[in-house]
């Protein structure tokens, strides 16, 4: 088989997202190739995360076959290999490796048996199997607001928090739902599915990194049984498929999350009219602070930021809704590296809102975005003695 360097290169990179070093079986160290007269299939794992790629164009089959690979010596030699067309050879005279030639040069790459590749997940026909077809622009925008709530430092004790939910809304409408347990942030595209899907952290982080150019691939597809969640798109050029096996079909019970957010009876509605703003000041006040506690403080009509050791306080500047109910003061404390990251993803100004008072945690605080409709995020403030 004949290739330019860069055409594999970009494939292996792809590809190095579901390749796992530290794989308890040696097998998985390995990548599967599969050379047929209309595509290359290059397939890897690392028994949670499985992901296939095929190259449509740009290569000639000189004789089709399959071998599995070392991934890393495979990786690190093309990497090296600049734009270059080199030729995979693995027949009689090449066992057991595979070589890779460039001109007069030669390099041997160790092999084992193709059958020994555990196979890719696949959908049997028949099985009960929701599809939803996204827009790449829209599915990283769910990506971009939901990724800061899905934060693998917080989730990590909570396995069943390290996932997406995917609700049906109304008709031809969805609602997307991240929660980390302390904050939660919920995104509404169009769509279909018949009752709650659940999508692995693992494959969310994954196709995050990848940064799919979506002016070259508009559409991303989206398959999900009992067992296995996958991901699917194409262009031209290529055809990726990443697969992810379920975790849990738990999750924040619909009708709760409804309840926040635009549609929680609130007491207090408070304006940030500069997130910028708001960021910078967060930054310096906790910068002398060894604990990630704001603490939000409302007297006389100022609003005053300060941090747990009190050390260190600054002034909001602010707009109240005429419907508020404010009674003199109220108090409210939240960790500063959750706040921060969800408010990362907003645009200019930010309303809160706030529906008990007096530092009370028994509901969360309301994050909106006037300008994004579509967003929703939530907040559940800290007792603070």
Avoid at 34 to 46: I, P, R
Avoid at 181 to 189: F, H, I, N, P
Avoid at 272 to 295: M, N
Avoid at 357 to 382: F, H, Q, R, Y
Wanted: proline content about 3%; aromatic content about 8%.
């Amino acid at each position: 088989m004949k290739i330019k360097t860069d055409k594999l290169f970009y494939l292996l990179n792809t590809l190095n997202i579901a390749y796992s070093s530290k794989t308890v079986q040696s097998i998985l160290k390995n990548i599967s190739i599969k050379a047929q007269e209309d595509k290359l299939v290059l397939q890897v794992s690392n028994g949670t995360l499985s992901q296939e790629c095929s190259l449509l164009k740009d290569f000639e089959c000189l004789e089709e076959g399959e071998i599995c690979a070392n991934f890393e010596l495979l990786y690190k030699l093309i990497q090296n290999l600049k734009d270059k067309e080199i030729t995979l050879v693995y027949d009689e005279e090449t066992k057991p490796n595979l070589v890779v030639k460039h001109k007069r040069n030669m390099y041997k790459i160790p092999t084992t048996d193709y059958e020994n590749f555990p196979k890719l997940p696949s959908f049997s026909r028949g099985e009960e199997v929701e599809q939803i077809m996204f827009e790449t622009s829209d599915f990283q925008k769910m990506l971009f607001n939901l990724e800061s709530v899905l934060d693998k430092s917080l989730t990590e004790s909570k396995p069943v928090l390290d996932n997406i939910f995917i609700y049906p809304d109304n008709e031809n409408r969805l609602k997307f739902v991240a929660t980390n347990g302390v904050a939660l942030s919920s995104v509404y595209l169009t769509g279909n599915i018949k009752k709650k899907v659940s999508v692995n952290g693992t494959l969310v982080r994954a196709i995050k990194r990848l940064k799919i150019n979506a002016k070259i691939t508009p559409k991303i597809k989206l398959f999900s049984n009992s067992h296995q969640t996958a991901l699917v798109w194409k262009n031209q050029a290529i055809q990726v498929a990443m697969f992810c096996v379920k975790t849990t079909e738990q999750g924040p019970n619909k009708e709760q999350v409804d309840k926040l957010g635009k549609n929680m009876d609130a007491k207090i509605y408070l304006t940030i009219p500069d997130v910028g703003e708001f960021l910078e000041k967060i930054k310096r006040v906790t910068a002398i602070s060894d604990k990630s506690i704001l603490i939000f403080q409302m007297n006389e009509g100022e609003l005053i930021m300060s941090n747990y050791e009190q050390n260190a306080r600054e002034k909001i500047n602010f707009n109240m809704e005429n419907n508020s109910k404010l009674e003199n003061t109220f108090r409210l404390a939240m960790d500063s590296k959750i706040l921060t990251n969800l408010l990362k993803t907003t645009n200019n100004t930010i309303k809160f809102r706030i529906q008990n008072k007096a530092g009370s945690v028994s509901t969360p605080v309301s994050i909106e975005e006037p300008t994004n409709i579509d967003v929703e995020k939530m907040l559940t403030p800290i007792l603070v003695r």
